[in-house]
């Protein structure tokens, strides 16, 4: 496989403008998301784990806000039958092509439907898991709590969400300190500060933290039993519910 291109978008000084899902970042967003998220390999990997005890016969696996597939594969690979189906999808048509593009290499594509959809208005039913892999952070406040309890309530009992986002944290000094870190950690990832400060503003309006007390709030009135986070670097975190 080639090597992915690399991220140079916000390299030089440009116009204040919020961050989208375009052409130009789908292009680079293997190299930004590895570079950006910390443990996202390590994520992606235990995404597939959980994948394959949780996924019952006969079951759906959903993967929300799929991007170029990354979640979806590691599922493929992981899970050991092959007696499911799974719905991936993202409302950027860029990610959405790139994505068909690489499946259409994969064993086990055929499992795969793959939507450019918004994902409120997608049917989830007869899910045993459902992934959102730094997707929610992106979905207006308003409207998280109608998405999450679509989810409950799509799911078999028993069934699991993976639920990773990017957190704040309620006492400032401990945020402060950790978004400070996670600074340095895109620094020594090859991020200039220039990058790093360009990207921030974009991001300002669009994706929006919130702390894992909150999310926890959300999930336990959407009816799932268990929540609790099984990865955290930084002010980066992944959560499993299990409903
Ligand atoms: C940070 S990326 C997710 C990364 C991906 N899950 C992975 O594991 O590589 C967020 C994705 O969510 C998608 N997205 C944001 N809002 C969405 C919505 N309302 N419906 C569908 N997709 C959405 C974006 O287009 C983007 O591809």
Not at 144 to 171: C, H, N, W
Request: glycine share 4%; charged share 25%; aromatic share 8%.
């Amino acid at each position: 496989m080639s090597k992915p291109r690399q991220d140079k978008i916000f390299a030089s000084e440009r116009p204040a403008s919020d961050f989208v899902f375009d052409e130009q970042v789908a292009d680079v967003f293997t190299d930004m998301i590895n570079r950006s998220v910390p443990g996202y390999a390590t994520i992606l990997s235990m995404i597939g784990v959980l994948a394959d005890r949780y996924c019952t016969a006969g079951s759906r696996v959903y993967d929300l806000g799929c991007s170029l597939g990354g979640a979806s594969l590691s599922m493929l690979h992981h899970i050991t039958h092959d007696d499911f189906q799974l719905v991936a999808v993202d409302n950027s048509r860029p990610m959405v092509d790139r994505f068909r593009e690489i499946l259409a290499q994969q064993p086990g594509a055929e499992r795969v439907e793959l939507l450019c959809e918004d994902v409120a208005d997608i049917e989830i039913r007869e899910a045993s898991v459902v992934v959102l892999n730094f997707t929610l952070q992106f979905i207006p406040l308003a409207l998280r709590s109608t998405l999450i309890q679509r989810i409950a309530d799509g799911m078999q009992p028993g069934g699991i969400l993976i639920l990773s986002e990017k957190v704040r944290f309620a006492d400032e000094t401990v945020n402060e300190l950790l978004i400070d870190m996670y600074h340095q950690f895109k620094h020594v990832q090859g991020y200039s500060r220039l990058e790093i400060s360009q990207k921030r503003s974009a991001l300002e309006n669009v994706l929006i933290p919130e702390t894992l007390d909150d999310h926890k709030a959300r999930i336990r009135a959407a009816g799932f039993r268990s929540f609790d986070t099984w990865f955290q670097c930084f002010n980066f975190t992944s959560s499993i519910a299990i409903r």
